[in-house]
């Protein structure tokens, strides 16, 4: 498996992808990612920006997420710690969403640990990621990766403004 910095000519995967993660949450009965984000919009934006990451294996997409550096305006307030503290310095993921394909193959255990690995290269303390709480299949997938869950956090801007997060962090 290798990982990528995901192009326009990979949208329909991701989107494909996209989709069906969006149906197996609505499955879980949560709202998570039911208010029109992630969009066919974002995922082009990271083209642009160059965040969007794949794993890809034999030319094809199992897995998606955007890895940021900058600092995110809903990690800023925490009903919780941070392990890091108030720190500004730090990755996180967003928008990970695995093909229905490749689930239970250890595909996003191992998206984890490439998004740790750019962080520790570019010097950063931290991975941090949020979650809708009663996602229980990411929050077993973060666990396992060794993310601590530090509190919660209200999203802040978006189709999800307002919505409450379980909010992790692992340490690299």
């Not at 199992?62 to 941070?82: F, M, N, Q």
């Not at 490749?102 to 949020?130: E, M, N, T, Y």
Request: proline letters at 3%; a negative charge.
């Amino acid at each position: 498996m290798e990982f990528i910095i995901a192009r326009p000519e990979h949208l329909e995967d991701m989107w494909r992808i996209t989709l069906d993660a969006k149906a197996q949450l609505k499955g879980l009965g949560l709202d998570q990612w039911q208010k029109g984000y992630p969009s066919r919009e974002i995922w082009e934006q990271d083209f642009v920006n160059q965040t969007g990451i794949l794993a890809v294996e034999d030319g094809k997409v199992l897995a998606a997420c955007a890895y940021l550096t900058s600092h995110d305006p809903s990690y800023t307030t925490i009903d919780g710690v941070w392990l890091t503290g108030d720190i500004r310095a730090y990755g996180s993921l967003h928008r990970v969403c695995v093909a229905q394909e490749a689930k239970g193959q250890g595909v996003v255990g191992k998206l984890f640990a490439h998004a740790c690995d750019l962080a520790r290269a570019a010097g950063l303390p931290s991975v941090r990621i949020d979650t809708h709480p009663g996602n229980r299949p990411m929050a077993r997938a973060l666990e396992k990766a060794g993310f601590v869950v530090c509190g919660t956090i209200i999203l802040k801007g978006g189709a999800e403004d307002g919505d409450l997060r379980a909010a992790y962090e692992k340490l690299v």
